[in-house]
């Protein structure tokens, strides 16, 4: 059972305009909220983090939005540029009871920015 | 070095033999992680390392997996008598401080580029 979910697997969006990643997820212990860019042959790289007490962050272009109501986040790229297109994880932590906050990630979604 | 490296990065088994793999986290990071990465999914949590304590190894699949640190800093994810289903990249990451049940800290974990095992 998939305590995360990314149920886009793939988007397309064009060069300039928003990009928009969705993720939803069921354990209502989670937290702290993630998200991970990945280019192939690479490690996934920190992009952006929000926690439950919040509802938006900001850093840049991106901006991830936290709905705790509906166990919703999403993530916006704006503008999109082409060096954005890799796969975008969404992980969620809690206190694992052992003091070890282990990420639960989703499967991904693969953003393809279109020069 | 400046980033989490991992070796080897590409590994091929044979069904039955022992696999080693290592990592070597960013100097003095507290905390290891271990993740299993199967192919079209998410990362899956493995194991976690606060220096050289084993604190949760919840998610080791099997007896046939075993991870150390011995001296805190370098670490190594042993897989024996390997199967077709072990196939995988295993990703290795660090963060800065380790964790307390009272005082819960989140920290970036920095990833490794992974070792990509094949299990023929």
């Known amino acids: 059972d998939q305590q995360v979910k990314q149920n886009s697997p793939s988007l397309s969006v064009q060069e300039g305009r928003i990009s928009i990643l969705n993720c939803d997820y069921t354990?209502?212990?989670?937290?702290?909220f993630l998200w991970y860019k990945k280019y192939p042959a690479e490690g996934p790289t920190f992009l952006i983090s929000?926690?439950?007490?919040?509802d938006k962050n900001e850093d840049g272009r991106f901006t991830v939005f936290l709905n705790k109501s509906a166990k919703h986040l999403s993530l916006h790229i704006v503008p999109s540029q082409p060096g954005d297109s890799a796969v975008y994880f969404c992980a969620a932590s809690a206190n694992s009871g052992a003091g070890s906050y282990q990420l639960t990630f989703g499967k991904g979604t693969k953003l393809s920015v279109i020069p | 070095g400046a980033g989490v490296s991992q070796s080897p990065r590409y590994k091929v088994a044979k069904r039955g033999q022992d696999v080693a793999l290592r990592c070597d986290p960013i100097?003095?990071?507290?905390?290891l992680f271990w993740y299993q990465q199967a192919l079209g999914q998410g990362p899956e949590f493995l194991t976690y390392f606060q220096n050289e304590a084993q604190l949760d190894k919840s998610g080791l699949p099997s007896d046939r997996f075993f991870a150390e640190r011995p001296e805190g800093s370098v670490s190594t994810l042993k897989i024996q008598r390997t199967q077709q289903e072990d196939s995988a990249v295993y990703l290795c990451a660090s963060s800065r401080s380790g964790v307390t049940l009272e005082v819960p800290l989140i920290d970036t974990q920095y990833f490794g580029p992974g070792t990509r095992l094949t299990v023929l």
């Open positions: 100097s003095g990071h507290v905390s």
């Open positions: 929000i926690s439950s007490i919040k």
């Open positions: 354990n209502s212990m989670f937290d702290y």
